[in-house]
């Protein structure tokens, strides 16, 4: 399977934990998105890599966030503190170079916080 | 502020008939627009998509139209199906940075047999 993969597939953690999300993206794609899913809401960007680096972050990425993209390969996002309000499914994307390159969605990670 | 919005949370249609999905979007920095379908537990999976120099693109059973001076599109699926039963989200992105994209609240599709 050549698609987008996220590690784990749900996550149930207690208020005040740390929490971390792996996401591999397709292969051959430079560019990789997360974005964060809450109930009868559609997602909603939180951060950008072009290759390795981060080039964009969302207001809504508190600084208990934080993202990594190593080597340009997979990439971690990184939940400190927990909150109840940072219950939501965490999507992640992967898109080619191309101006109109449709993004790729792996089928995200649950988080539960208790 | 929701620059992305699907007014009609369903929609319920007879198998064989057509489905007509609607989106309205606010930012005519927009010039990208995608519809996405998404099973329960899965993430989005692309169907289609028009650029802004367009006003229809049409693949299969889909079809998307675009009204640039309305800022108005439109999915359109026909022959409806059971399979297709699922939430559909359109969604924009602009002509610069990080070509992110903004979504709509989604539409849930039921097909009936």
């Known amino acids: 399977d050549t698609g987008v993969s996220q590690d784990p597939r749900h996550k149930i953690t207690k208020r005040g934990q740390n929490v971390t999300f792996r996401c591999d993206p397709i292969?051959?794609?430079?560019?990789l998105y997360w974005y964060r899913q809450t109930l009868g809401q559609g997602p909603e960007f939180l951060t950008y890599f072009q290759n390795e680096a981060q080039l964009e972050k969302s207001r809504l990425l508190s600084d208990r966030f934080s993202a990594e993209r190593p080597k340009g390969s997979f990439s971690t996002l990184e939940i400190q503190r927990t909150e109840q309000g940072d219950s939501a499914m965490y999507l992640c994307a992967s898109g080619g170079d191309g101006r109109y390159n449709e993004q790729f969605f792996g089928p995200g990670t649950r988080l539960t916080v208790l | 502020d929701q620059q992305v919005k699907q007014n009609s949370p369903s929609l319920s249609v007879q198998e064989g008939r057509i489905s007509i999905l609607n989106c309205d979007y606010t930012n005519s920095m927009f010039d990208y627009f995608l519809w996405y379908k998404k099973y329960p537990a899965e993430g989005p999976t692309f169907l289609i998509s028009i650029s802004s120099i367009k006003d229809k693109n049409e693949d299969g059973r889909f079809t998307v139209f675009l009204n640039k001076s309305a800022k108005h599109l439109s999915l359109h699926i026909v022959p409806s199906q059971p399979g297709d039963s699922a939430v559909y989200f359109c969604?924009?992105?602009?002509?610069?940075?990080?070509?992110?994209?903004?979504f709509g609240t989604g539409t849930r599709l039921t097909v009936i047999p």
């Open positions: 292969s051959e794609h430079n560019r």
């Open positions: 969604a924009a992105s602009g002509k610069t940075g990080a070509n992110n994209l903004f």
